[in-house]
């Protein structure tokens, strides 16, 4: 069974940069669509960027894009998100999440997802 553990998460000034990682084991991660989320304190879990297994399509939500990149690396079964230029809104705990290939087509329900990560804590602040 797919199991996905975050790590990369921490404390950061106002237009800093964090790279989190959501390493995956039992499985084949590349075989998966892959999404992050966030959850902010009083506020609902909110997808964040999301990539695909066919053809590596990437898609992010408003409030991150052009700040925030999605990647896979495949040889280490690993998927990152580098998160540049950040907020203090930004801070949250980020979820990487696994789901059933759905081809060229992005899902951003995080009902989608079957096999969700612990976690990362990820504070934005002076």
């Known amino acids: 069974q797919l199991q996905l553990v975050e790590s990369g998460g921490g404390l950061v000034q106002p237009g800093g940069s964090l790279r989190l990682s959501c390493a995956a084991s039992?499985?084949?991660?590349?075989?998966?669509?892959v999404g992050w989320f966030r959850q902010a304190p009083g506020k609902e879990r909110e997808g964040v960027a999301f990539?695909?297994?066919?053809?590596?399509?990437?898609y992010y939500e408003p409030p991150v894009k052009g700040r925030f990149t999605i990647s896979r690396d495949n040889a280490k079964n690993t998927v990152y998100l580098q998160m540049n230029s950040l907020k203090p809104e930004d801070t949250a705990v980020y979820f990487c999440?696994?789901?059933?290939?759905?081809?060229?087509?992005?899902?951003?329900?995080?009902?989608?997802?079957?096999?969700w990560g612990q976690g990362t804590q990820v504070t934005v602040s002076s």
């Open positions: 999440a696994a789901g059933p290939s759905f081809g060229v087509v992005v899902s951003t329900d995080p009902r989608e997802y079957d096999y």
């Open positions: 039992g499985s084949t991660l590349e075989t998966y669509a």
């Open positions: 990539v695909t297994t066919d053809d590596g399509i990437t």
